[in-house]
């Protein structure tokens, strides 16, 4: 089993990376032996916020062992490839579509002519996203994992819980979420849903509804540091009993500092709840480079990931970030030897060990 679903994602990844390197190949002199990032962006004529992302393709080509551009009959066979593949690891044609279109509209989206978002949510549409977050085996063995921790510490708290979910999305996470901790004896005390985005507050509105400890409210990550927790604080952001991410933590500009400030915004002994890619699979490049890019060009990363292009921790960054700021880590899931860490997704969570001054 493990060895079919990593078989699956590795051919997804194929598809991506042999699209790429016949764009880049057709489009500018790469490979050629001194033709560098700089060259080939000019060539493909991208947008100036996007250049770094052409950038990173080649790291990542590189990395992977594709070094010449695929001959037409590799490509067919990648193609081939693909719809077993998503129906063996549960993606259905809605992410087999924007694999495809993703590199068809690859000189649109270079140019900034198409946006990522309209191909992530077409006419506002959440299917596609749905899938990749929530319905597929992975998602959906982490999300209700999620679940069963944050209900195992809604219990252990003995309180109605004060819960903040970073980055909510379509609701992907919370799905799970606010029916398990509904059910614990207490119950939810406050759910304080957050974006960047209006758009998707207003999605989590349609979706759950007016409970009265439901708050939509927008909030940038980067606004969670050690050295704005009194603001936090008076904000209401204090003395939560969980604090929720699902595959968005790694947005943060500096997760150390991020660490360091949910460590003052939870209560002792509350529980940091995160859904984690571990490591960036090729089927990703084609879409959510473009959505990380910033209108100077790359993100900026004052971490560990400072000077890089790199988006993802890993399981053991995480590990250390987290321990470093007085959390204590829980096993990681999945477990070693479980099929779905193919996947490279992590259920990663920790309890605030951090003790308040008297």
């Keep these: 089993m493990e060895e079919a679903l990593a078989a699956a994602v590795a051919d997804l990844d194929n598809l991506v990376l042999l699209g790429l390197a016949e764009f880049l190949g057709r489009e500018s002199d790469w490979p050629g032996p001194d033709v560098d990032?700089?060259?080939?962006?000019?060539?493909?004529?991208?947008?100036?916020?996007?250049?770094?992302?052409?950038?990173?393709?080649?790291?990542?080509?590189?990395r992977a062992g594709v070094r010449s551009r695929p001959s037409q009959r590799e490509l067919r066979a990648a193609r081939r490839a693909c719809a077993p593949a998503l129906?063996?690891?549960?993606?259905?044609?809605?992410?087999?579509?924007?694999?495809?279109n993703s590199l068809r509209l690859l000189p649109e989206l270079l140019t900034g002519v198409v946006n990522v978002q309209t191909l992530l949510y077409p006419d506002g549409d959440v299917a596609t996203t749905e899938v990749a977050y929530r319905t597929n085996a992975v998602s959906r063995n982490l999300n209700q994992l999620a679940a069963s921790r944050a209900a195992e510490t809604a219990r252990r708290s003995g309180r109605a819980v004060r819960v903040l979910e970073l980055g909510a999305g379509i609701g992907t996470t919370a799905a799970?979420?606010?029916?398990?901790?509904?059910?614990?004896?207490?119950?939810?005390?406050?759910?304080?849903?957050?974006?960047?985005?209006?758009f998707f507050l207003h999605h989590g509105r349609e979706r759950f509804g007016s409970a009265p400890y439901l708050r939509f409210e927008v909030l940038d990550i980067d606004d969670i540091g050690p050295e704005n927790i009194e603001q936090l604080q008076v904000s209401g952001?204090?003395?939560?009993?969980?604090?929720?991410?699902?595959?968005?933590?790694?947005?943060?500009?500096?997760?150390?500092?991020?660490?360091?400030?949910?460590?003052?915004?939870?209560?002792?002994?509350?529980?940091?709840?995160?859904?984690?890619?571990?490591?960036?699979?090729?089927?990703?490049?084609?879409?959510?480079?473009?959505?990380?890019?910033?209108?100077?060009?790359?993100?900026?990363?004052?971490?560990?990931?400072a000077g890089t292009t790199r988006t993802y921790l890993s399981?053991?960054?995480?590990?250390?970030?987290?321990?470093?700021?007085?959390?204590?880590?829980?096993?990681?899931?999945?477990?070693?030897?479980?099929?779905?860490?193919?996947f490279s997704q992590a259920l990663i969570t920790a309890t605030n060990d951090q003790r308040r001054s008297q």
């Excluded at 916020?49 to 790291?59: D, K, N, Q």
């Excluded at 007085?326 to 779905?340: K, N």
């Design 37 to 62: 990032a700089g060259q080939v962006a000019d060539a493909v004529k991208v947008e100036a916020r996007h250049r770094w992302v052409v950038g990173h393709w080649l790291s990542e080509l590189d």
């Design 87 to 100: 129906l063996r690891l549960g993606y259905g044609p809605a992410l087999g579509d924007l694999l495809v």
């Design 176 to 198: 799970d979420l606010l029916p398990a901790l509904g059910g614990t004896p207490a119950g939810i005390g406050e759910y304080r849903y957050t974006d960047l985005s209006s």
């Design 237 to 305: 952001l204090c003395d939560l009993d969980l604090v929720v991410a699902g595959t968005m933590a790694h947005n943060a500009r500096d997760v150390d500092r991020l660490a360091a400030g949910l460590t003052g915004i939870l209560a002792p002994g509350g529980r940091l709840i995160l859904i984690e890619p571990v490591r960036e699979h090729a089927q990703s490049l084609t879409t959510m480079p473009f959505a990380l890019s910033t209108a100077t060009g790359a993100p900026r990363r004052t971490d560990l990931r």
């Design 315 to 342: 399981a053991q960054e995480w590990t250390d970030v987290l321990t470093g700021a007085g959390f204590r880590v829980d096993p990681i899931l999945p477990a070693p030897h479980d099929p779905l860490r193919a």
